[in-house]
């Protein structure tokens, strides 16, 4: 593995080191979703939730397209959700075999 390809590998963890982008990723996973109806489940502002987008497009984790007046984002493939749930599952089996860190 190349200098090159570690530094993109940090770049990808920094991305996804926000909870509100984990958020975000976990939601689309489950299906495309517009700022509004990600607004809405996350219970958060619009602006704040298009700022988390911005980052997460920009490390190339999610997608847009135009609908109508609406942008609709999905990921960008199956990885990124892939890369999520394997460490959530590592972060869920360590708090069951040493307990609440």
């Keep these: 593995m190349n ?3 570690i530094e993109r590998a940090s770049d990808l963890f920094k ?3 926000e909870p509100n982008r984990l958020t975000i990723i976990y939601l689309l996973s489950l ?3 517009s700022v509004g109806a990600l607004t809405l489940k996350m219970e958060k502002t619009q602006s704040a939730v298009s700022h988390q987008l911005k980052i997460l497009k ?3 984790l ?3 397209r135009k609908e ?3 942008r609709m984002y999905s990921l960008t493939d199956e990885h990124v959700y892939q890369i999520v749930n394997q460490v959530l599952t590592h972060v869920q089996e360590k708090e069951d075999e040493y307990g609440t860190v």
């Design 3 to 5: 200098g090159d390809a």
């Design 15 to 17: 991305a996804l080191s």
């Design 31 to 33: 299906g495309e979703l």
């Design 58 to 60: 920009a490390a190339r």
């Design 62 to 64: 999610v997608k847009s």
């Design 68 to 70: 109508g007046k609406s």
